[in-house]
């Protein structure tokens, strides 16, 4: 009987000493604290020291930033760069960086956006089965790996809050938030400035990098041997089209009315994925057609299929649709 109650004593004795010690404050992070237990910390990056030698002149308090995000990214060599870029994810940032010192009136912080733009790329895709896949978007995931550099934090609150903004909403502008703690209505008109700037010279340095891509191949012959291969294959307007099957046109005597978003989904899937992204991709804007490279155009023309003096022609419609005429 006094054993078992010196054995529970014991017990109680432990459990209390080791709560007490659990209680105890432990650390900080960035001035932060807890009233109990340890303050959990993010993890860090991965980044490889580099000195910068860059084009053009920035701030000084920039700099420690633009060697920490470069040294990030070549220590990722592999990441997903984007298809049609024909280059790696650091070459492509020094691209935009270069295009960030030649552009007129340019915010003292697009240098350093440029830096920043699409680190996020290196967690936001990875490899499947020898594919890359999408996982979240490379902004939102850039965003979130910013204040993981110890330099961000060495920027003046406002510089902070203006870059985070204009890296994380890049390719989402619409989404930025009007109001933004610490920041006054000027710094978040200067953050929507910037964001605009950032997406001019990334398509900049991007539409050079897609150029390379179309360098060593003949785009007309491409075009019309793409073109003449999927019209036999894709789904036409016709008595008995099942249910749920996009047409891509339809008939009429011997004209053939086309739309022009399925026939260009449908061939860009049989090209190469970077040739088909320096091709324009499946975007275009709404209730418009989509991009042709004047190449592509040409061939189309001298196959007879589009353009005008060329054996054919292609009349504009409505919600994207061409009518093209045999010759």
């Not at 956006?113 to 996982?135: E, F, L, R, Y």
């Not at 320096?278 to 057609?289: F, I, V």
């Amino acid at each position: 009987m006094v054993l078992g109650t010196a054995i529970v004593m014991l017990l109680v004795a432990y459990g209390l000493a080791r709560r007490k010690v659990r209680e105890v404050s432990r650390g900080e992070y960035r001035g932060m604290s807890l009233t109990i237990t340890t303050i959990p910390e993010p993890d860090g990056v991965c980044s490889k020291p580099v000195t910068a030698e860059l084009a053009g002149e920035v701030p000084k308090h920039h700099l420690p930033l633009i060697e920490q995000l470069l040294g990030y990214l070549q220590a990722h060599p592999d990441a997903f760069c984007g298809d049609g870029h024909s280059t790696t994810l650091l070459d492509h940032h020094l691209g935009v960086i270069d295009q960030a010192f030649e552009y007129e009136g340019a915010d003292p912080l697009l240098p350093l956006a440029a830096a920043a733009h699409d680190i996020g790329k290196t967690v936001s895709h990875a490899k499947q089965n020898g594919q890359w896949v999408m996982k979240e978007y490379h902004d939102k995931a850039g965003g979130r790996l910013l204040p993981k550099f110890s330099a961000w934090w060495d920027l003046p609150e406002v510089e902070r809050s203006v870059l985070l903004l204009a890296v994380k909403y890049e390719h989402s502008p619409n989404l930025m938030p009007k109001t933004f703690p610490g920041l006054e209505s000027d710094d978040v008109r200067r953050a929507g400035k910037l964001l605009q700037q950032l997406r001019e010279i990334d398509g900049l340095a991007t539409k050079g990098e897609k150029s390379k891509v179309l360098e060593n191949i003949d785009v007309e012959e491409l075009a019309i041997e793409t073109f003449l291969r999927v019209i036999p294959q894709v789904p036409y307007q016709v008595k008995g089209l099942a249910k749920g099957i996009k047409a891509a046109g339809f008939r009429v005597g011997d004209r053939l009315y086309l739309s022009e978003h399925h026939v260009r989904e449908a061939a860009l899937a049989k090209v190469d994925d970077d040739v088909a992204a320096a091709l324009g991709g499946d975007y275009r804007a709404r209730g418009g057609s989509g991009p042709v490279h004047p190449s592509a155009a040409e061939g189309a023309g001298k196959a007879g299929v589009a353009g005008d003096g060329a054996g054919g022609q292609a009349i504009g419609g409505s919600r994207g649709h061409q009518l093209v005429t045999a010759g």
